[in-house]
């Protein structure tokens, strides 16, 4: 008798039962449930593009972002009467290459994004971390202060310190991170406290992790979650804020083709010319609404209230 | 209630506090010394700027020049403009009204289109009605509203020639200021071709600072409304033998109310964030091109007083929201 | 020939379109409930009588489609009227309690406003007679104080009395027809009974009808004229109380009268069924409760039985249990 045979059980269980399948991988799961979300991936394939685009923006300009032709001042897009093939989105006023110019925008916005986020979400976490697991007079004092940074406009608050700092890309970035900080805090602190009371954590705890560990190797993966979603819209707002600064001459400045920078610099020639206008906007527009398609996706995907 | 509204009121105070210190700061932030900036480039004699910084009060403690600080904005003082030799106080005050109604009508026209569309738009969901609002507000949340304000004044006012490119009113009028707010001024002075002007001038600006706020209320809307449609409550108005009007009217939204006008109330500062860049794009003579002007002319304690006032206006709004909050919510007004 | 019943139900089916398919919840169910009559519906959870007694109301959303050959209430056919005129009768000639009474009531209106409200639409009442009306139903359902309840909110209310409102509610218009669907389940034990006796002394009041979904076999007992037990979203079982009580024909009723403690009194165990109601995919071949029955054989693991008459009722058993059910038969 080597196989085992089942006992003799009378059949009085269901006579096919359902093959027991195991639960799917969290990352498959997720997955699933993100591919479903044609905007999510439309922005997903949009931001992947530009990115693409942003990385390689020397081998995919046609022309230098900052050559001026004498000979092609505003020229139309190639579609227009008087389009040149040469310049496929037309020039500007002093005959730059719109495409060029808009796609290292693209690098530069891309970057703008990345660093305003990692700059803000590592000092959010740290900040909303620190009030969430000490509690008591820190997280008062921690809190109070992303309170009063909530009170005021983000825009007017980037502005004062795009004016405080004076006007270039660095500071640009830097004002428009410290507007956003509160809210990576507020995030971070509200999970931590959520998760500090659960029976994991006190486990942990107990069995003698300390306070850096608890915080960075147990809570943390925990509420990644949340703070993914806020990280992607951050890049929305990130590349929107610097943009407006651009705009309000308190960010990058002439002749660096960031793309709010290119649209206030060419106002004047809105009647005659206004691609040198329309270009830059719907640059900003597209990226900025692939970022919050993406986000948008997931949140939907990984938030498991929402799951049907 | 008077209860609920003082707990609020003494939760403020602090942050008030802390705008007021920040502000404070702010002018110290700038480099190079408060003086040195007051006079420009002529340059100043040592001696003379010793005296000032005593004059100023600059010498003495940190913290007791905040004192001092905080006395005079609690009268009111919130020292010159360094351009126009102006109060900044009043300076602001004769502004303020102009952003002010722009901001006003740029939020009832976020609310009067945004709340239907959400309702609707979550009452249908899943129809092409549902997906055509849901797209077109996240497209307005992700609006560059710069040049979202440009592409209208190309289409509208130099395309079709419907609308004006700038300012609040035409040339031609001259209506006395009064309450500041260009719509009832030309009505109480009667004169109503100056108030279609105004009207014409703010049209734009109005869709434009709006298209923010319109498509978050649309958006909040519709996923208040979708989480209420599922509460047992509705099912009970439904059992009474309701009209669905009054089932969704009435009962769904009495409840999705209490968030989204929590996120109205928070939408006031996007818009006078917002009032920067339409203020810039329209010449709309308000504080918000006033602040950027002040920057641009270093123009420090116009901007310092500028900011505190705005960031008062902001959390006083949303005091106001948290007892409307208490108001709209009966578990919130009897529970403290 | 026996007077028409007031609700005529004939081969009821409720189905719900979900992405994972197409979910039969009410299964071609009969239910008759005559003028001033005490139905029970028993069942577990799933078993679809919630789905039936909202589909009696006109309650189920867009994605529940509501099938049947006859659905008739006071002569007149539920299914071919217009909405309008549906709403005219719910709430008015048939009205609705439900299980969860915190949060079946609407928190941002006071308890004065919903109940006024019914009275309002139903029987245009306004001002003083109307106030006057629901502060006699406040009294009528035994809340004390009940000028004072009319401007309460129902959180600043206990479940129990925020039950009683429900019930005003209900009884407002003078239903025809009131339906309970697990009005105690959500109750503090104590308070159970006082809504049971309050629905039970209103219906002899008013001589309502009334059908008392519940999962708790002692309350049908105690209240019920007649039982049906529905299981997996089919009649399993429905025959007088007393008949049923005493001699269950389907081994499912035998198994929920065995797991009623009065019942078990003497075991060291309380009987329980095993398993659970088959969900949406996977129900099994030949009768439902099949894989959960002591009695099944291969007939019922290939054949599905239809409703048998059997003595004063009918049940849905090939093998209907013999006067003494097996297990019962330590009581008595």
């Known amino acids: ?308 | 209630m008077l209860r609920f509204i003082l707990t609020r009121v003494s939760l403020v105070i602090p942050t008030f506090l802390g705008v007021t210190f920040l502000t404070f700061l702010l002018i110290r932030l700038v480099p190079g010394d408060p003086i040195e900036v007051r006079v420009g480039e002529r340059g100043i004699p040592p001696e003379r700027l010793l005296e000032l910084r005593h004059e100023l009060g600059l010498d003495r403690p940190l913290w007791h020049q905040f004192l001092d600080y905080i006395g005079g904005v609690l009268q009111g003082d919130l020292g010159v403009s360094l351009v126009t030799r102006n109060s900044v106080f009043s300076e602001f005050v004769t502004l303020f009204p102009a952003t002010l109604e722009l901001a006003a009508l740029a939020m009832l026209f976020a609310t009067v289109v945004g709340l239907p569309a959400g309702i609707i738009a979550a009452v249908r969901r899943g129809s092409i009605f549902d997906h055509g609002v849901m797209g077109i507000s996240l497209t307005g949340y992700s609006m560059p509203i710069f040049w979202w304000g440009l592409l209208l004044i190309l289409f509208f006012s130099v395309g079709l020639g419907w609308t004006p490119v700038s300012g609040r009113l035409d040339l031609l009028y001259y209506v006395e200021p009064v309450t500041g707010f260009m719509l009832i001024d030309t009505l109480m002075a009667g004169e109503y071709g100056a108030f279609w002007s105004a009207l014409h001038h703010l049209i734009l600006p109005m869709i434009v600072l709006g298209t923010v706020p319109l498509a978050v209320v649309a958006r909040m809307t519709r996923s208040a409304m979708l989480e209420v449609l599922g509460e047992d409550y509705i099912r009970t108005a439904k059992a009474k033998g309701l009209a669905g009007k009054r089932v969704i009217g009435m009962h769904a939204l009495r409840n999705a109310l209490i968030p989204v006008v929590t996120v109205i109330g928070l939408q006031v500062g996007t818009l006078l964030g917002g009032a920067i860049l339409t203020e810039t794009i329209f010449s709309w003579p308000g504080v918000g091109k006033w602040l950027i002007e002040s920057i641009n002319r270093r123009d420090y304690p116009a901007l310092q007083g500028g900011v505190l006032l705005i960031a008062t206006t902001v959390m006083t709004v949303n005091l106001l929201v948290d007892v409307l909050y208490g108001v709209l919510n009966p578990r919130i007004r009897h529970s403290r | 020939m026996p007077a028409m019943p007031l609700l005529d139900i004939k081969n009821l089916s409720v189905e719900f379109t979900t992405r994972a398919g197409t979910f039969r919840a009410v299964d071609g169910i009969d239910l008759t409930v005559d003028e001033g009559e005490v139905v029970g519906i028993v069942g577990e959870s799933g078993s679809g009588k919630s789905v039936t007694s909202l589909a009696v109301m006109g309650l189920l959303g867009s994605n529940g489609t509501v099938v049947a050959d006859r659905m008739h209430f006071g002569g007149k056919d539920l299914l071919a009227m217009s909405p309008s005129q549906r709403r005219k009768i719910t709430g008015k000639d048939v009205a609705m309690v439900f299980q969860e009474p915190m949060t079946s009531l609407n928190p941002c209106f006071t308890v004065g406003f919903q109940i006024m409200e019914t009275l309002k639409v139903h029987e245009g009442l306004s001002g003083k007679a109307l106030r006057n009306r629901a502060i006699e139903l406040l009294e009528q359902v035994g809340i004390p104080a009940p000028e004072s309840r009319l401007s309460a909110f129902p959180h600043q209310l206990s479940g129990g009395m925020n039950q009683r409102v429900m019930i005003a509610i209900a009884i407002a218009c003078n239903p025809r027809l009131l339906v309970a669907d697990e009005p105690t389940t959500a109750l503090d034990v104590t308070i159970q009974k006082q809504i049971l006796d309050l629905l039970v002394r209103l219906q002899k009041e008013r001589g309502m009808a009334l059908i008392l979904i519940t999962h708790d076999m002692g309350v049908v007992a105690e209240t019920a004229q007649r039982v049906v037990v529905m299981y997996a979203g089919q009649v399993a079982e429905t025959r007088p109380v007393d008949a049923l009580f005493k001699a269950p024909r389907h081994p499912y009723t035998g198994a929920l009268l065995d797991a009623l403690p009065e019942r078990a009194l003497g075991k060291r165990r309380l009987p329980t069924i095993p398993g659970v109601v088959p969900g949406i995919g996977d129900r099994p071949q030949g009768c439902l409760f099949n894989p959960r029955c002591r009695f099944a054989n291969d007939r019922c693991r290939i054949e599905r039985p239809a409703l048998f008459d059997v003595d004063a009722g009918k049940a849905r058993c090939f093998y209907p249990l013999a006067d003494a059910p097996v297990g019962a038969g330590e009581v008595l």
């Open chain 1, 1 to 308: 008798m080597t196989t085992p045979t089942t006992t003799g059980v009378p059949e009085t269980l269901p006579a096919a039962s359902p093959p027991v399948s195991q639960p799917p991988h969290p990352l498959v799961e997720f997955w699933y449930h993100f591919r479903q979300n044609k905007g999510a991936m439309a922005g997903l394939a949009v931001i992947l593009l530009i990115a693409v685009v942003a990385l390689f923006a020397e081998l995919v300009a046609p022309h230098d972002p900052n050559i001026q032709y004498r000979d092609a001042i505003l020229v139309p897009p190639v579609w227009q009467e008087g389009g040149r093939w040469a310049f496929l989105l037309g020039t500007d006023d002093i005959g730059r290459d719109m495409l060029s110019r808009l796609i290292f925008g693209a690098r530069l916005s891309m970057m703008i994004g990345l660093i305003v986020v990692t700059l803000s979400l590592a000092v959010g976490l740290a900040l909303g971390m620190i009030a969430g697991f000490f509690g008591g007079v820190t997280d008062a004092l921690v809190m109070r202060l992303m309170d009063i940074l909530l009170s005021l406009p983000s825009l007017l608050l980037a502005v004062v310190v795009a004016a405080i700092l004076g006007p270039g890309l660095v500071n640009a970035m830097l004002a428009v991170s410290i507007v956003v900080i509160p809210h990576y805090a507020r995030l971070t602190r509200a999970a931590v406290m959520a998760e500090t009371n659960k029976d994991y954590v006190v486990a942990s705890r107990v069995a003698g992790a300390g306070p850096l560990r608890l915080m960075l190797v147990v809570i943390l993966p925990n509420c990644v979650a949340p703070l993914i979603v806020q990280a992607t819209l951050g890049f929305s707002t990130a590349i929107l804020d610097a943009a407006a600064l651009g705009f309000l001459g308190l960010g990058a400045q002439p002749p660096t083709p960031e793309w709010g920078t290119m649209l206030a610099s060419s106002l004047q020639f809105l009647q005659r010319a206004p691609w040198v206008v329309t270009w830059p906007g719907v640059a900003i527009l597209v990226t900025v609404l692939a970022f919050n398609l993406l986000g948008d996706g997931l949140r939907d995907a990984l938030d498991p209230k929402l799951k049907r």
